[in-house]
């Protein structure tokens, strides 16, 4: 499957199962991604720890998400390892944007900060 989910811990967490994350699959993970997304201080930890290339369109469906997430009250973190996905967070400004992590631990305890 491109996409799996799990809770831990009252925070939902979307798993990203793809080595490049482009327009291709951007529609059906925005449908994935919004379809939890109904209650008031929702936490979401999106996982592109397999994601070793991210395009502008899947990154713009990630900035979806997060306006919607955040309108709700909600909070959204990602996890990006690869240092190219990581290079086109920072060369694009969403750094500054998001709440980016090495893994999932490390975002579920950011939760509790």
């Known amino acids: ?36 997304i109904r209650e008031e201080n929702c936490k979401v930890i999106v996982d592109l720890s397999m994601c070793e290339f991210i395009d502008s369109t899947f ?3 990630l900035v979806i998400a997060l306006k919607s997430i955040n309108s709700m009250g909600g909070t ?10 990581q290079s086109i967070f920072e060369l694009t ?5 998001f709440d980016i992590y090495k893994n999932v631990k490390d975002a579920l305890t950011s939760f509790k900060s």
């Open 1 to 36: 499957m491109d996409f799996e989910q799990e809770e831990q811990k009252g925070v939902i967490i979307k798993y990203v199962n793809l080595t490049r994350a482009t327009k291709e699959h951007a529609e059906k993970f925005k449908k994935f991604l919004l379809k939890d």
């Open 59 to 61: 990154i713009s469906t």
């Open 76 to 85: 959204l973190k990602l996890i990006a390892v690869h240092s190219d996905v």
């Open 93 to 97: 400004g969403m750094v500054k944007v």
